[in-house]
Nanobody, 127 residues
Framework: QVEMVASGGGSVQAGGSLRLSCVATHPWFSSTCAGWSRQVPGREREGVATIDSRGVTDYADSVKGRITISRDNAKNMLYLQINDLKPEDTAMYYC?????????????????????WGQGTQVTVSS
């Protein structure tokens, strides 16, 4: 059973930084496409970043330059570093994993194929 549990969210002021973490419970995590998405109540889920098993990354245009996705396959961990946080970054953030497709198939355009998204972590940014 695939389970992804995110943590590290919090309430921060605009301009601050957060590092979100996600632990994957399945042993084949290292060979998969993984990613982060975020969602605000009443709005559609938005893909934020993806990373394939080789470490090739892709980012949504709205966060490029401020966000870095990374993974530690030895620890079954996925990370999201968010810098220069803005109020519009406020959302519940989720991590997910999918098949073993490499970039460009593991990319923001395909983020909806990842899942299940599991337990999210709330990020709230105040101005």
């Amino acid at each position: 059973q695939v389970e992804m549990v995110a943590s590290g969210g919090g309430s921060v002021q605009a301009g601050g930084s957060l590092r979100l973490s996600c632990v994957a419970t399945h042993p084949w995590f290292s060979s998969t496409c993984a990613g982060w998405s975020r969602q605000v109540p009443g709005r559609e889920r938005e893909g934020v970043a993806t990373i394939d098993s080789r470490g090739v990354t892709d980012y949504a245009d709205s966060v490029k330059g401020r966000i870095t996705i990374s993974r530690d396959n030895a620890k079954n961990m996925l990370y999201l570093q968010i810098n220069d946080l803005k109020p519009e970054d406020t959302a519940m953030y989720y991590c997910g994993t999918g098949g073993d497709a490499p970039f460009p198939y593991c990319a923001i355009a395909a983020v909806q194929t990842l899942g299940p998204w599991g337990q999210g972590t709330q990020v709230t940014v105040s101005s």
